[in-house]
């Protein structure tokens, strides 16, 4: 047994034979890592991809996605490969996704990380509505997303007289802009001034605000709203949002339903297309 193991050290301190043996080593690891790299580039990728074309500010759902098999080349760092990151999540806003098309970081988005994202959450019968205000109106500009305020309406009565009245409450504001469309309090450096307040009302209410928006330029009435804070800002369990006045209700339907078609004013369409 010594004699054996002294013939094999002799045999390992020999150069041509560590020589040898390392060739040999090197040429198997090539081989084996060549191969690998090989399968590696051929074998093909189990991915997602888009069943139909997806708009731009679409919420993806399971039915809209399906797995494809693609080569690794096809692949690349913003490839989406697990469908859990794409369902549930939105198309970007300015991204129309094409139908067999992989799904890329870029193109896909939260709710929270879209333009308007309040917007995304409007109740379905319910319709967002700009308000016009400045920074007097805003109360110095104090008015922020997700603060509540009441709206009250002021007008002249049959008498020609001021009149100023509560018409709706609770009223959950969604976004603050500038005249430009930006928002006023994002992360910016500029200072900007509010010119509208977004807020989302059911669909009889919002035929209700129109009608004020209507009947501003009709001088026997000079309706307008005005925004006032809510104290259910500070409340754990803001209240929910309700007519405050049938008479205020009725008034405005009166005065819209006296003047003749053709003397309303145009109406700006105050819906946001979410």
């Known amino acids: 047994m010594g004699n054996l193991g002294f013939k094999l050290k002799k045999f390992l301190q020999n150069k041509n034979t560590v020589t040898l043996i390392g060739t040999v080593l090197i040429l198997v690891i090539l081989y084996f890592g060549y191969n690998w790299r090989i399968k590696q580039a051929i074998t093909p990728v189990k991915v997602p991809y888009a069943k139909v074309t997806i708009q731009p500010r679409t919420r993806i759902t399971e039915d809209m996605v399906d797995y494809v098999d693609v080569l690794p080349s096809m692949i690349n760092s913003g490839t989406i490969k697990n469908v859990q990151n794409i369902v549930g999540k939105w198309s970007n806003y300015n991204t129309l996704i094409p139908a067999g ?8 988005v939260t709710a929270a990380e879209l333009p308007d994202a309040a917007l995304v959450a409007v109740p379905n019968g319910w319709k967002a509505f700009n308000l016009s205000v400045t920074t007097a109106t805003t109360y110095g500009n104090s008015m922020f997303p997700g603060n509540y305020i009441d709206l009250y309406l002021k007008a002249l009565d049959s008498d020609g007289k001021p009149m100023v009245g509560k018409l709706i409450e609770n009223v959950k504001i969604l976004a603050v802009k500038d005249k430009s469309g930006r928002h006023v309090f994002e992360d910016s450096s ?5 010119a509208i307040l977004i807020f989302a009302v059911p669909e009889d209410m919002h035929s209700l605000l129109r ?15 005005i925004p006032v804070p ?19 209700k009725s008034f405005i339907e009166l005065n819209v339903g006296s003047i003749p078609e053709d003397q309303l004013p145009e109406i700006e369409d105050n819906n946001i297309e979410q």
């Open 101 to 108: 098309s992989l799904f890329y970081t870029s193109t896909i």
């Open 190 to 194: 500029e200072s900007r001034t509010p």
């Open 211 to 225: 009608n004020v928006v209507a009947l501003s330029n009709v001088k026997e009435v000079s309706t307008e709203l």
């Open 230 to 248: 809510s104290t259910e800002s500070y409340s754990d369990e803001p209240g929910t949002i309700r007519l405050s006045s049938t008479a205020l």
